[in-house]
């Protein structure tokens, strides 16, 4: 083991974790944390009053950080709204289950995990992601995927590189997809929504609805996504429906 693994390991679970406001949303509630996935051990879970799943206690240890540093955020997140020992179950398809009349949503990525959570019953669905920068030969290779239906004029904006700019795109189609699936109740792809601004200013994407998703979710209708960059190659996006 080299000096800087000796470094990692001496560090703890938790490096870096509280409260965030990263969009200035008087009505959520986000709580972030930095993890070390080499300091991660089973008993952590009851240390920090996580509930463990059996299917998680049989997974690796890398799905097992991820989901207690996303659980911990999510805890801390329902605690701001005075809720208290919320117990938050798994879906059919791994979504988090949501106390009554709570909106919500669970990211991760590499040493980052982040919850956000609303009781404001305006908002009817929420998404967020976090992301690392996508490599450019991985752009290439997806790209068509994730961009089907946009103009790829849309990656050369300012002040943005363009894997950081399909990144983010990418990114919001996935935070779009956890806002709606509560209200649409099934799978769809990259291609049911379509980017049509990027505003840098503003932090702000947004993009229309290509096919129906649902009665409220209907062709041509506009959302806007935006995004944070919480360092240098790390992105987080947030979705609000209302």
Known sequence: MNSRQNYISSLPFLINHGQANWWGHPSLSQHFCEFNQEAYQDHLFDMFKVRCPETVKKSVVKRRSEFLAGRYCAQKALEEL??????????????????QGIMGAISHTTGLA??????DPNVTGLGIDVELTVEPDTMDKIGKHIMPLENL?????????????????????????KAAYPRVQRFF???AVNVVEFDVNERR????IAEKLCDTLQVGREVNGYYHRFSDDTWATLVCLD
């Open 82 to 99: 005075e809720l208290d020992s919320p117990i938050i179950r798994i879906g059919q398809h791994r979504e988090p289950i949501w106390p």
């Open 114 to 119: 982040t919850a956000i959570v609303s009781n």
């Open 153 to 177: 004029d849309i990656l050369h904006t300012k002040a943005l590189l363009p894997q950081e700019v399909f990144t983010l795109i990418f990114s919001v189609k996935e935070s779009f997809y």
């Open 189 to 191: 792809d990259f291609k």
């Open 205 to 208: 994407i947004t993009f229309k």
